[in-house]
């Protein structure tokens, strides 16, 4: 029998207060919108294009609590939702934490757990950017734009080339949106 190594399910949680990357001033800038009556569909235009940039990168562009169940029968997991901040726990199938000294990140950013090799784990980690990069940041402005110049049209055309790109070049996962 073979075996590899999965997520079983994740939970990740913003830390509260959210501050998106871009705030709306900016975002009107480069859609330049001078009058305030959309202010308030930009700032969620804001948060939807974050949002699918994360998805398309597999990062956490905000501060963010991820909690992680997978199994790690293969050695060398590669945690999720990167690039990490803080490692919190990890914890056994039968809810028993794991000592540090019993099991071993190898990275940084984006680090694997080479072992312990076992089912049914559980890992609690901090995740984000302090400061987003910059193309990452101008892909979240061309999806406001092309977000904002697209409204109310019946077909979703989805996410705009130009930040997919942007996307592409930071995936740590093959996205399907």
Do not use: H
């Not at 073979?2 to 480069?30: G, Q, R």
């Not at 984006?110 to 193309?135: E, H, S």
């Not at 990452?136 to 092309?146: E, F, G, M, T, W």
């Amino acid at each position: 029998m073979s075996y590899s190594n999965f997520i079983i399910d994740f939970t990740l949680t913003d830390e509260a207060p959210v501050t998106e990357p871009v705030t709306l001033a900016e975002a009107k800038l480069y859609c330049r919108v001078t009058n305030t009556a959309d202010d308030d569909q930009i700032e969620m235009m804001i948060t939807q294009a974050r949002e699918a940039v994360e998805v398309g990168t597999g990062l956490s562009l905000i501060p963010k609590n991820a909690i992680v169940w997978f199994t790690n029968f293969d050695g060398n997991f590669q945690l999720p939702y990167g690039p990490l901040v803080d490692f919190i726990s990890l914890y056994d199938e039968n809810g028993d934490e794991i000592d540090a000294v019993d099991y071993n990140l190898v990275g940084g950013a984006y680090p694997q757990l080479t072992f312990p090799i076992r089912r049914n784990m559980k890992a609690t980690y901090d995740v984000g950017f302090t400061t987003i990069p910059k193309d990452l940041k101008i892909a979240i402005l061309d999806q406001v734009s092309y977000d904002y110049e697209n409204r109310g049209l019946d077909s979703d055309t989805g996410i705009c080339e130009k930040t997919w790109k942007a996307c592409q070049r930071w995936t740590r996962i093959s996205p399907i949106l």
